[in-house]
């Protein structure tokens, strides 16, 4: 019974495998999907159903659809013989028996006689697997990362050490397909039905990505503030998507090695929030305050702090107060503050400007030599 069941299927094995397919993405794949098999679109309005081809086979003159944005990968007995990057339609061809068909012109008796002996001795199914996968070549969205506690970095820009809890999501996408699936995709994703998606909770493989960005996350703020070529302050961070990045993409291939073993990087980081510790928050009030101390408008600000004491130490504490006040500008180094000029005498007072002024108006017609005379007098008291 068993030989007849094996004859029975090698044959209608053979014949629904003469049928070409027409291999397309699948429907309903969410945007964050990395790999997923190529699916045949066995019907179409009703008609062209073919039910009884095998699922690991595909037929020679089988046309394959790549759309924008997407990678080609062929696997025969799970083994990758081909990738293609460029989006069109291909033509499926292979020197495998099982793959032969006579509606490709492989011929009658090889392609009959041989495919049945063939199938019949695996107990009438076919001796290869052959597959077709997707790869997304597009920046992979919603890939979130997030701290339960303060992570700790030296800074450079401020000179110690800072520490905060942090949030936000980033980009990821696949810069060597080939890579990525030889040394990371597990071996029950390269199969029909099934999706890789970084973003799937249940998808073990993506966990251990996350765990490996929050692990990097200190060394990339490190990198980043550190960085004497851009002069970043930590209060920029959630300003630069590309710059952080960069600096965290640097940490994890450091740490990870995701591009050169994974195939693997990161494009953009959108930092969703920044929770300062204590320590933190003060230092960086104290770093606006020197910033808001500097240059012009820092003396413009020191000089009305220094109105206002002396307003405070004249309404409290007299000449005493004014002089602390005199010794704190002192020890503050505020010594090149500019200081308001102090009035000149009064022009009325010096005899000497009296004349000056009145040989001006002699010398300009606007007085008589007797009105000069009258206002030399008068200036000098005789």
Known sequence: MGLVQAVVGAVGGVLGDQWKDFYTVPAGLPSTAALFAAVPQGTNAGRGSNTSGSSNIITNGSKIVVPEGYGLLLMQDGAITAFVAEPGGY???????????????????????????????????????????????????DNRFGTQSEIYWDDGFLNTQVGAVTRGSYTLKIVDPILFVKNFVPAKYLAAGQVFDFTDLDNAAATQLFNEVVGSLAPAFSLYTNDPSKGNRITKLQQDSLGFAQSLSAAVEQGYQWSSDRGLAIVKTAIVSIEYDANTRELLKTVQRADALSGARGNSNLQASVAQGIQSAGETGGAAGLMGVGMATGMMGVGNLQQPAAPAAAAADDPVAKLKKAKEMLDLGLITQSDYDALKAKALGL
């Not at 009959?112 to 992979?140: C, D, M, N």
């Open 91 to 141: 033509e499926w061809r292979s020197d495998d028996i099982n793959s032969k068909s006579i509606f490709a012109g492989d011929g009658i008796v090889s392609t009959f006689i041989t495919q049945s002996w063939e199938r019949f001795k695996f107990g009438g199914q076919p001796g290869s697997q052959q597959a077709a996968f997707f790869v997304s070549l597009k920046e992979l969205p």
